[in-house]
């Protein structure tokens, strides 16, 4: 393993020459493209720093670059990749919002991860190629309507909401059963919440990879509760929108599935860890 506390010069060099990579490249193009509109990506690494650290790195590269993320950031552990973490909800002024998703290396301070495809986006162009495989209503009669408008004063929605609430759930997804466009869940979601007294910048439908497979979900970026949340969605053309039935990343509850802040340092305390001083943060920004 490298000693990154004992090799200031070494650590310098080696995150440096990471924010050069063609595969930190590759993300800035996404974030900044033209051709299509982009709702989210991510970005796999494997490192030796601390994810605080590493928060206050990115933060620090991308003010200096003139998109200042001024959204408070999560921290939790990945539902998608086994044993890693993801620095959740970054938003560069003006930016899609993207997650670094990474896992602990042994032998590199921060590289892009090995796998086939570290970098992946959701844009116009995949999501609607997505949607197509679906025979998603996109216009209502007037009892599916109430059927719709029904999910959201279920026991599930309250659950849901409550937990959102809580400071100590960082991360949440309803999970669904439906036959309806997202654009429409994310109308009648929008309506619900603004009644909680939620406050929500932004809305997006986006799709995410879970066992192999993807599945469709709205993202909420929220002013209040200052969080990002999600309700994921399967299809079943039998219903309108319902509580899931099934089981999706965790087996609490099938309606929803929730990080905590008690995962996080159970993951950490796996492996070796290095968490960076403010006179080495503020020293590796200076060199970016």
């Known amino acids: 393993m490298v000693n990154i506390t004992s090799n200031n010069t070494e650590l310098i060099e080696s995150v440096s020459n990471y924010f050069q990579s063609k595969q930190w490249k590759e993300l800035l193009d996404i974030l900044t493209k033209k051709d299509e509109p982009v709702y989210h990506a991510h970005i796999y690494v494997e490192t030796q720093i601390h994810p605080l650290s590493l928060e206050e790195i990115i933060k620090g590269y991308f003010k200096k670059i003139g998109y200042e993320i001024e959204r408070k950031i999560e921290i939790f552990t990945s539902g998608q990749v086994l044993n890693s973490g993801s620095i959740h909800g970054i938003e560069p002024k003006g930016m899609p919002h993207f997650d670094f998703i990474w896992s602990y290396?042994?032998?590199?301070?921060?590289?892009?991860?090995?796998?086939?495809?570290?970098?992946?986006?959701?844009?116009?162009?995949?999501?609607?190629?997505f949607l197509s495989k679906f025979d998603l209503k996109t216009s209502l009669n007037k009892q599916?309507?109430?059927?719709?408008?029904?999910?959201?004063?279920?026991?599930?929605?309250?659950?849901?909401?409550?937990?959102?609430?809580?400071?100590?759930?960082?991360?949440?997804?309803?999970?669904v059963e439906t036959s309806v466009h997202p654009e429409l869940i994310k109308e009648e979601?929008?309506?619900?919440?603004?009644?909680?007294?939620?406050?929500?910048?932004?809305?997006?439908?986006?799709?995410?990879?879970?066992?192999?497979?993807?599945?469709?979900?709205?993202?909420?970026?929220?002013?209040?509760?200052?969080?990002?949340?999600?309700?994921?969605?399967?299809?079943?053309?039998?219903?309108?929108?319902?509580?899931?039935?099934?089981?999706?990343?965790?087996?609490?509850?099938?309606?929803?599935?929730?990080?905590?802040?008690?995962?996080l340092p159970l993951l950490l305390k796996k492996d070796h860890y290095t968490l960076l001083s403010l006179k080495e943060i503020e020293q590796i920004v200076d060199s970016l």
């Open 105 to 129: 290396s042994p032998n590199n301070i921060l590289v892009p991860a090995s796998k086939e495809i570290n970098v992946e986006y959701w844009g116009k162009n995949f999501m609607d190629n």
């Open 144 to 175: 599916e309507q109430e059927e719709l408008r029904g999910y959201f004063s279920t026991q599930a929605w309250n659950d849901y909401c409550e937990l959102n609430e809580d400071p100590d759930v960082v991360h949440i997804h309803a999970n």
């Open 189 to 263: 979601a929008l309506k619900a919440m603004q009644e909680r007294g939620w406050e929500i910048e932004e809305a997006v439908a986006i799709a995410f990879q879970m066992r192999g497979q993807m599945h469709g979900k709205v993202v909420f970026i929220g002013n209040k509760p200052e969080k990002i949340f999600d309700i994921a969605w399967g299809y079943n053309p039998n219903v309108t929108l319902i509580p899931s039935t099934k089981y999706w990343l965790m087996p609490e509850n099938p309606t929803y599935d929730a990080r905590t802040m008690k995962e």
